[in-house]
């Protein structure tokens, strides 16, 4: 049984701790089941599923620590292990920056967890991956995708009384659909914790769409444009910069957020003020973990509020040291944004160019957090409010803080790669050469 | 690419003494694994018994930050019935029920699977090898050395560094050690004992009156070595502008010049844009090898199995059946490797049993190969598979992954030196960077860790925020010159990623310094 429940997961931690010689000891046990199906040329690959189970205890003598696993329940074996991280921790060097853990504490109940997606069996996976193989194989088109589902559970409790049991669950979906020539590539992904909002048919015959519109490309000069990046694209790079907001760095004087002469940006206004960023485990849409692995509560935080940087995210030690709150990082962001679609920012455009997925994207300067990547599978310009043609993918070498210094218009946020990203209409994005990839 | 590690239990570095099963032991439940497969009708089977083991130790300053040691045992069974592939994997595996239990699991996934079936798995032929083993050839085992004294090291390192004018020091030890058995139905019963090791850095140095920053990592290469590769001789090492590394690595020295090199890259000049002569050094080289060669050439790729993920490639089976296609210059000698002393992808046979070799990529420019394995080999009218089959875990399916693709030293002798003589406007980049290309493997960006200008001949002192794009064919094709033998070193990936679940694979990149004339170089600084 992969999934237990809290009561029976607080059983065993108890006993686990009851076992405990060392100072503090805390236990963390997970178990989950995890399915997949990925298909190409139209026929599936490979699939299987894996289920888990495993507890892992941490050991604390003084600032000495050490973690041992297991994936065996019986006492004998929970009482090893125990005996093995504290024999460990014994050997440990000292750490610095070890910090006592942390106390009893109330966490809400996560809404991560869906019962549907927990239900998914082989026989759903086949029907998925047929509902995306089925309409290309119809269209002369070649479908190549991949589908990955998990249900688990994570709890964790220490000898200082803190406990806590978290559920969730997850499916995540991309489908690249080719034309037979190689000339047209559409890419469609979505990610969602309830599996009763994915529709594989639906998600394939819009990447289906892009592959068709996608041939007979025309070649634009590289330079600056006006760009819509739909949400997985806009999400890529974001998160690229949400994942880059650690306080540390910052006051290291190693970060975009790091001030000339020392300190960090907090406060500064950084973005056009349209930009507000927060983070919320119990929003509904991408509803997340309730606590950190180190016994941190999860809560809603403001990152970045009308263009100004509010919050960075501390380790324990760095915000002890710095006597700030330690406002532990985030899982998934969300981007305020207004109720335009795509299709109204495509609208309002005279000339631009859409954006449906951006590809490598790698750090080029840390210091300005410039990136450099390509756009993929569906790129197209816009002239008088329309899509006028396809065209060849371009090199982009930007940065998203100058990107979002840029902001023509913001649409409606939808859920991409964990986050509530919407639809950006952003001027000056710069394109620096041109690829023949397709 | 760098996707997370299998990583399997936590245990005590006394328990990477431990031996694991006894090859006797291996083959009793190997056999029950391939005999329950065949009885429940499998036309073809393969065993994998893999016991992994990995350390890394993490360092920043004066501090230990972490020490990981993890060890993952289990079999993975993989089976052809009705024309199908089926796999099936069990964790802490000790009995032949259990190896029995896997085989039907992975007998009944094909037979479930063929239903969607197209065409069935054309497997080239391969001979047993009967009971065979393979070791690297490591000098010193690095999971006997104590961690105290890979601690030591590490702050060792990051004190030379902070005394050289770093503000801040990370570096990391990473050891890995695979104990694989494999056994088929076609006879074989293989056993190897697979090592390597990776120290890296990285320094910060900091310009308070401005606020700029600027880092140097190590010019260390991950190795299919012991901790031998941390004893450095002289003979290791490559003397000009600033040290490289062969078969050995000081890494207490290329910390020190590191430091001093990340406090000069503060002050030296911005590059301006335009096209240059590049001279790019093996521990740069390596990378744009990788990724504008090694991963092209993968007929998985090639054939769409990868459309959704890493993508597809350029190098498609018309170029090359037309013989012709010109990859690169004729100075362009693109070799797969998988024998090569020290080398990541060494190993005696793959993971579907296949005896490694040596084959031709690209010859005198031209593309004359792929890298297949043994239900490809048919695609491209070969009769046997190139012996490059990989699984990252006994719990993960093998499949085709990259064998060390390198560049042919230059049969001409020429040094560095020789080289830079004739460069009228250049760049000498040592040291791997950013790095991007797109989906087919056209259009790249890399950038680097030491830019050095060079005019008329001369180096005339370090440049920053270079990055240079070209595209794939016309890049290797602008290939004027390769330096002889002497210069000849290999780099590498530690985690190279594909595949959806990703699986990481680690593989290495040899050349000489090679030169390219007229490439595109950008400007990468910006203002925020």
């Not at chain 1, 941490?58 to 004998?76: P, Q």
């Not at chain 2, 875990?393 to 080289?419: H, I, Y």
Request: aromatic share 10%; charged share 25%.
């Amino acid at each position: 049984m992969a999934i237990l429940s809290k009561d029976e997961a607080k059983q065993i931690i108890d006993k686990v701790l009851a076992f405990s010689k060392a100072d503090e000891v805390s236990v963390g046990l997970s178990g989950n089941r995890t399915g997949n199906i990925r298909y190409a040329r139209n026929s599936v690959s490979t699939s299987g599923e894996t289920t888990d189970l495993s507890l892992s205890v941490t050991s604390v003598f003084g600032k000495k620590s050490g973690t041992s696993t297991i994936n065996e329940f019986d006492d004998a074996s929970l009482e090893k292990t125990v005996r093995r991280a504290e024999e460990i921790a014994r050997l440990a060097p000292e750490n610095p920056e070890y910090m006592p853990m942390l106390g009893a504490a109330n966490f809400p109940e996560s809404k991560a967890f869906a019962d549907s997606t927990a239900a998914i069996n082989p026989d759903f996976r086949a029907q998925a991956a047929f509902n995306s193989i089925d309409p290309c194989v119809k269209k002369n088109l070649t479908a190549a995708g991949y589908m990955e589902d998990s249900a688990g559970f994570s709890a964790m409790g220490n000898n200082k009384g803190l406990f806590g049991y978290n559920k969730s669950t997850s499916v995540d979906f991309s489908i690249t659909v080719r034309t037979a020539d190689g000339k047209g590539s559409g890419y469609v992904s979505r990610d969602y914790n309830d599996v009763s909002k994915l529709n594989t048919l639906a998600a394939t015959e819009i990447a289906m769409q892009k592959a068709l519109a996608s041939t007979n490309t025309k070649a634009l000069e590289p330079g600056k444009y006006t760009v819509i990046l739909e949400p997985t694209a806009g999400a890529d790079l974001l998160l690229n910069m949400m994942r880059s907001m650690d306080a540390r760095s910052a006051d290291e004087g190693r970060s975009f957020l790091g001030k000339k002469g020392g300190g960090t940006r907090l406060g500064e206004k950084l973005f056009d003020e349209r930009i507000t960023i927060y983070s919320d485990p119990m929003n509904a849409e991408i509803p997340g973990a309730t606590y950190l692995g180190d016994g941190r509560p999860q809560e809603k935080v403001v990152w970045v509020e009308n263009g100004v940087i509010k919050n960075m995210s501390y380790s324990r030690f760095w915000a002890e040291k710095q006597g700030v709150k330690a406002v532990p990082p985030a899982g998934g962001f969300i981007f305020q944004g207004g109720n335009e679609s795509i299709a109204d920012l495509i609208k309002g455009t005279e000339k631009g160019i859409l954006v449906t997925r951006f590809w490598y994207i790698r750090a080029v300067d840390p210091q300005t957090l410039l990136y450099t990547g390509l756009t993929r599978d569906g790129t197209f310009y816009i002239e008088n409010g329309q899509i006028k043609y396809p065209v060849k993918n371009f090199r982009f070498n930007e940065s998203p803080v100058i990107m979002l210094n840029n902001v023509e218009a913001i649409g409606k946020p939808v859920r991409a790669n964990g986050s509530l990203v919407p639809p950006l209409k952003i001027r000056d994005f710069t394109f620096t050469s041109l690829s023949d990839a397709v | 690419m760098l996707p997370g590690l299998a990583m399997g239990k936590v245990v005590s570095p006394e328990a990477f003494l431990q031996p694991g099963a006894d090859v006797a032991v291996k083959k009793r439940l190997a056999d029950a694994a391939l005999n329950a497969a065949k009885a429940k009708g499998a036309s073809y089977a393969d065993v994998r018994i893999g016991r992994y083991l990995n350390q890394f130790v993490v360092t920043r300053e004066e501090k230990v930050q972490n020490i990981v040691n993890t060890e993952s045992y289990g079999v993975g069974v993989r089976v052809i019935a009705n024309g199908c592939w089926g796999f099936a994997a069990v964790v802490d595996v000790n009995n032949e029920a259990q190896m029995a239990k896997a085989a039907e699991d992975a007998v009944a996934i094909a037979k479930a699977n063929s239903k969607l079936m197209k065409e069935p798995v054309q497997l080239a032929p391969q001979k047993g090898f009967g009971e065979v083993s393979w070791k690297a050839p490591i000098k010193k085992n690095g999971f006997e050395v104590p961690i105290k004294e890979k601690v030591d090291l590490l702050l060792s390192v990051n004190d030379a560094a902070m005394k050289n004018g770093a503000n801040y020091v990370n570096s990391v030890l990473f050891l890995v050690n695979e104990q694989k058995y494999f056994a088929s139905t076609d006879g074989s019963y293989i056993d190897q004992d697979v090592h390597r090791i990776w120290p890296i850095f990285n320094i910060t140095t900091i310009d308070p009156k401005s606020g700029k920053f600027e880092t140097r990592n190590a010019l260390s290469a991950p190795m299919g070595m012991g901790y031998d590769y941390l004893q450095a001789n002289p003979a290791d090492k490559v003397t000009g502008i600033t040290t490289r590394y062969n078969m050995g690595y000081d890494m207490l020295e290329d910390a020190t010049a590191a430091a001093k090199q990340a406090k000069e890259k503060l002050t030296a000049k911005s590059v301006e844009a335009g096209k240059y002569d590049l001279i790019l050094d093996p521990s740069h080289l390596w990378l744009t090898i990788h990724e504008s060669v090694g991963h092209p050439l993968e007929l998985d790729r090639v054939l769409g199995y990868e459309a959704n993920f890493a993508g597809t490639s350029f190098a498609t089976l018309d170029k090359w059946k037309s013989k012709n296609f010109q990859y690169g210059s004729k100075q362009v000698n693109l070799i797969a490797d998988k024998l090569q002393v020290g080398s990541l992808g060494a190993v005696g046979w793959d993971d579907e049993g296949v005896n490694t070799k040596k084959w031709d990529l690209v010859k005198d420019g031209v593309l004359v190969n792929y890298q297949a394995i043994r239900d490809q080999a048919h695609i491209i009218g070969e009769k046997e598979s190139h012996g490059c089959c990989y699984a990252d875990s006994w719990s993960s399916v093998q499949f085709q992954r990259m064998p060390n693709v390198s560049l042919a030293a230059g049969k001409t002798p020429l040094s560095v030196d020789e080289m830079i003589k004739d460069v009228k406007k250049g760049i000498y980049i040592i040291g791997d960077g950013s790095f991007s290309i797109d989906q087919q493997r056209y259009n790249f960006q890399f950038g680097g860790q030491l830019f050095y200008e060079i005019k008329d001949g001369k180096i005339v002192g370090m440049l920053k925020d270079v990055a240079y794009q070209s595209n794939t064919q016309e890049f290797w094709n602008s290939c004027v010159q390769v330096c002889d033998e002497r210069d000849y070193r290999l780099g590498g990936s530690f985690f190279d990623g594909k595949g959806q679940p990703s699986q990481s694979s680690a593989v290495s990149h040899g050349s000489s310094t090679a030169r390219f004339n007229g490439v595109n170089v950008i400007n990468t600084a910006r203002k925020i």
